[in-house]
């Protein structure tokens, strides 16, 4: 029972323009979501988050959307750089015991210098 | 500021054998600690979690378990090693209701 899903496993992107990443989740009582990058054999890094009673948070490059009728939260890096090449989780919090997340598949985002 | 350290950082085994994994907090207090696994070409599973010393929970099925004997450290084992517990292991940590935040990783090879 995939409950966050990232459906495009991979996405290339020109350098200066911007990357979409997608995000669809299914519980609604995820109250918190989250971005990670990550890089090949190194553990993730935090990016961004937003809170369920928002819809948009942004930080310098990064911008996160959250759409809850639809259970649909998008990251957009604008611009893009070639060091934003990584794969990038999705994943979503219920607050329950535990502060667990639950994460999506992943998309590989390659930046085309 | 907040540190976090596992080791090691690859390790081939064979099938059968035992694995101790072990992951260290530094700069915080009564961390919540988290346990994942990152099959090839997948998204992260969480295997376990603790918010205390001694409590943990595990979240699926398997052939590993895990002790939390200090504040700050967390162990992943295993008496007999399968194929498929081959993976990267990765060890997280958060405060309260926050962000979690993950250590370097272990490549895990089983052959």
């Known amino acids: 029972d995939q409950q966050v899903k990232q459906n495009s496993p991979s996405l290339s992107v020109q350098e200066g323009r911007i990357s979409i990443l997608n995000c669809d989740y299914t519980n609604s009582m995820f109250d918190y979501f989250l971005w990670y990058k990550k890089y090949p054999a190194e553990g993730p890094t935090f990016l961004i988050s937003?809170?369920?009673?928002?819809d948009k948070n942004e930080d310098g490059r990064f911008t996160v959307f959250l759409n809850k009728s639809a259970k649909h939260l998008s990251l957009h890096i604008v611009p893009s750089q070639p060091g934003d090449s990584a794969v990038y989780f999705c994943?979503?919090?219920?607050?329950?015991?535990?502060?667990?997340?639950?994460f999506g598949a992943g998309t590989i985002l390659r930046v085309k210098s | 500021s907040q540190t976090i350290h596992q080791w090691p950082a690859t390790l081939v085994q064979p099938v059968g054998s035992p694995l101790s994994l072990e992951c260290t907090v530094e700069?915080?207090?009564?961390?919540?600690l988290y346990w994942y696994r990152q099959a090839a070409g997948r998204g992260l599973q969480l295997l376990f979690y603790?918010?205390?010393?001694?409590?943990i929970s595990s979240e699926v099925p398997q052939n590993l378990s895990a002790s939390r004997p200090q504040d700050r450290q967390f162990i992943l084992s295993s008496k007999k090693l399968l194929l498929s517990d081959s993976g990267f292991y990765l060890c997280a940590w958060s405060v309260a209701w926050n962000e979690q935040f993950f250590g370097p990783g272990t490549r895990l090879t089983v052959l």
């Open positions: 603790s918010v205390g010393i001694g409590q």
């Open positions: 700069g915080t207090s009564n961390p919540n």
């Open positions: 994943a979503a919090r219920v607050m329950e015991y535990g502060n667990k997340l639950v």
């Open positions: 937003i809170s369920s009673i928002k």
